[in-house]
């Protein structure tokens, strides 16, 4: 099931792994990172262009990344199920597994997308008043959300869609699609803030129709595709094996999103106690720091994309040989990345909000988070491995227990010992190490490459 000729799709089983690597994770780095400038235009524009009510408005896009990320992130785990599905089907050359599962796909965004937004309508006010939104940032923080909330179906939409196209290696697509989107989303920003002298309304209609613009483009591409992974309007259903094997792989992954959101939920939580400043910093610096780890879980993705084709090809030599490919291939783009952005560090926070103390405290945030993104690229490269065997589950917990629970714990027992900005950055580095440490432990003692390379020499014999 090899690309056609002139296809940009990536042979993942045949030939060197070290120069495809970054083919496709390099591509997927640049998507993540453009998706993010939705919400960092978001942050620049309403802290530049909304006058008066600057800070508050940058508060309140801030206030509301945690609880985004966590709707958002939960699909994209479960999306991260189809990726690993379909890879494992053409890895072993089944068409017929590939074609359900990416219908099965389309219609668990749409539907999925649906279901969050009349859900999410309901709680967002109850939701934020959990969170300890200023009453100043509340108006605000509330009316971006509800904008946001109507959007998800072509927000998950193209989530998915993109996982459809990495399956196949095929990371291009995805990346000017959302570059099309993505100046289209910043254009949008500037004519409404200050054209039609919307605030946080404006950027949060602006990324809504942008996200639906990159979702059609995807759509019509798959429309289009000669390829295996096309898709027909007609045979748009779910086929109920799919959906299962998508969920036993992707659910864990997006549990474990969407757990590690809530932990981070609780840290923004506590940040909001600190004050507006304090707020505005922490969602400026997020904006920054976002792209470094976008960077590193492009090598997450790789892993689990090539390890997941291998393993369905049987392969298995080539699987752990692109664990450590990833591995040191992604400290290197890692390293260049955390180098620029703490050089220029002063200069970037300013782009969201030019006030010195803002500034100063984001910096903090950077400096602390930043470095300690070395371990979150080996627990993620880790987790991406075990899940191209479809182990799931384990990463998923280990996850939850490592970051998720340090952290909480961190806030409820050391943070009302020192309530400061820095006491919070803390737990990060703390609970990043934690966690990778314990994925090191567990792909040691599951040593998926080594076990299933015995299984197939036992049915030769």
Same mark, same amino acid.
């Given at each position: 099931?090899?690309?056609?000729?002139?296809?940009?799709?990536?042979?993942?089983?045949?030939?060197?792994?070290?120069?495809?690597?970054?083919?496709?994770?390099?591509?997927?780095? %640049?998507?993540?990172?453009?998706?993010?400038?939705?919400?960092?235009?978001?942050?620049?524009?309403?802290?530049?262009?909304?006058? %008066?009510?600057?800070?508050?408005?940058?508060?309140?896009?801030?206030?509301?990344?945690?609880?985004?990320?966590?709707?958002?992130?939960?699909?994209?785990?479960?999306?991260?199920?189809? *990726?690993?599905?379909?890879?494992?089907?053409?890895?072993?050359?089944?068409?017929?597994?590939? *074609?359900?599962?990416?219908?099965?796909?389309?219609?668990?965004?749409?539907?999925?997308?649906?279901?969050?937004?009349?859900?999410?309508?309901?709680?967002?006010?109850?939701?934020?008043?959990?969170?300890?939104?200023?009453?100043?940032?509340?108006?605000?923080?509330?009316?971006?959300?509800?904008? $946001?909330?109507? /959007?998800?179906?072509?927000?998950?939409?193209?989530?998915?869609?993109?996982?459809?196209?990495?399956?196949?290696?095929?990371?291009?697509?995805?990346?000017?699609?959302?570059?099309?989107?993505?100046?289209?989303?910043?254009?949008?920003?500037?004519?409404?803030?200050?054209?039609?002298?919307?605030?946080?309304?404006?950027?949060?209609?602006?990324?809504?129709?942008?996200?639906?613009?990159?979702?059609?483009?995807?759509?019509?591409?798959?429309?289009?595709?000669?390829?295996?992974?096309?898709?027909?309007?007609?045979?748009?259903?779910?086929?109920?094996?799919?959906?299962?094997?998508?969920?036993?792989?992707?659910?864990?992954?997006?549990?474990?999103?969407?757990?590690?959101?809530?932990?981070?939920?609780?840290?923004?939580?506590?940040? *909001?106690?600190?004050?507006?400043?304090?707020?505005?910093?922490?969602?400026?610096? $997020?904006?920054?720091?976002?792209?470094?780890?976008?960077?590193?879980?492009?090598?997450?993705?790789?892993?689990?994309?090539?390890? /997941?084709?291998?393993?369905?090809?049987?392969? @298995?030599?080539?699987?752990?040989?692109?664990?450590?490919?990833?591995?040191?291939?992604?400290?290197?783009?890692?390293?260049?990345?955390?180098? @620029?952005?703490?050089?220029?560090?002063?200069?970037?926070?300013?782009?969201?909000?030019?006030?010195?103390?803002?500034?100063?405290?984001?910096?903090?945030?950077?400096?602390?988070?930043?470095?300690?993104?070395?371990?979150?690229?080996?627990?993620?490269?880790?987790?991406?491995?075990?899940?191209?065997? /479809?182990?799931?589950?384990?990463? %998923?917990?280990?996850?939850?227990?490592?970051?998720?629970?340090?952290?909480?714990?961190?806030?409820?027992?050391?943070?009302?010992?020192?309530?400061?900005?820095?006491?919070?950055?803390?737990? $990060?580095?703390?609970?990043?190490?934690?966690?990778?440490?314990?994925?090191?432990?567990?792909? @040691?003692?599951?040593?998926?490459?080594?076990? $299933?390379?015995?299984?197939?020499?036992?049915?030769?014999?």
């Amino acid at each position: 099931m090899k690309a056609r000729s002139g296809s940009h799709q990536i042979d993942m089983i045949h030939g060197s792994i070290w120069n495809k690597i970054p083919q496709f994770a390099l591509p997927v780095a %640049a998507t993540a990172i453009l998706e993010q400038l939705f919400n960092a235009s978001d942050i620049a524009v309403v802290g530049n262009f909304t006058g %008066a009510e600057r800070t508050a408005a940058v508060a309140a896009v801030g206030a509301n990344s945690a609880l985004i990320s966590l709707i958002v992130n939960l699909f994209i785990g479960i999306a991260l199920g189809a *990726n690993v599905v379909i890879a494992h089907a053409i890895g072993h050359g089944d068409r017929a597994s590939v *074609n359900k599962t990416v219908h099965t796909s389309i219609v668990v965004a749409i539907f999925g997308g649906l279901i969050v937004t009349v859900i999410g309508e309901l709680v967002a006010a109850p939701v934020l008043g959990i969170l300890q939104v200023p009453e100043d940032v509340f108006p605000l923080a509330l009316l971006y959300l509800r904008i $946001y909330l109507a /959007g998800m179906p072509v927000i998950l939409l193209y989530n998915f869609e993109a996982a459809i196209f990495r399956s196949v290696g095929e990371t291009r697509v995805p990346l000017i699609a959302l570059a099309t989107s993505g100046v289209l989303n910043v254009i949008l920003n500037l004519f409404f803030v200050i054209v039609f002298k919307m605030t946080v309304n404006g950027v949060a209609i602006a990324t809504v129709i942008s996200n639906a613009v990159s979702a059609v483009i995807l759509y019509r591409k798959l429309v289009k595709s000669k390829e295996v992974i096309h898709v027909d309007p007609k045979n748009l259903k779910i086929d109920v094996v799919s959906l299962k094997r998508i969920l036993r792989i992707g659910l864990p992954a997006g549990i474990q999103s969407a757990v590690f959101s809530v932990s981070n939920i609780v840290v923004q939580s506590s940040i *909001n106690s600190l004050g507006t400043v304090v707020m505005a910093a922490s969602s400026a610096a $997020y904006n920054l720091e976002i792209i470094t780890y976008d960077v590193l879980n492009s090598f997450s993705q790789a892993c689990t994309t090539f390890v /997941g084709q291998n393993f369905g090809a049987g392969e @298995l030599k080539r699987c752990r040989k692109t664990m450590l490919l990833c591995i040191g291939e992604g400290i290197i783009a890692l390293g260049a990345a955390i180098t @620029l952005i703490l050089f220029f560090g002063h200069s970037l926070l300013a782009i969201f909000n030019n006030d010195p103390e803002v500034v100063a405290t984001g910096y903090i945030r950077l400096m602390t988070i930043l470095i300690a993104h070395i371990f979150s690229l080996l627990y993620e490269v880790m987790s991406g491995y075990l899940r191209g065997f /479809g182990i799931s589950l384990i990463p %998923a917990v280990l996850t939850i227990i490592g970051v998720c629970g340090i952290r909480i714990t961190w806030i409820q027992f050391v943070f009302p010992q020192s309530p400061t900005f820095q006491t919070i950055m803390n737990v $990060y580095p703390i609970s990043l190490a934690s966690t990778a440490l314990m994925l090191f432990f567990a792909v @040691l003692y599951y040593r998926p490459s080594r076990k $299933y390379a015995k299984l197939k020499d036992d049915e030769k014999k």
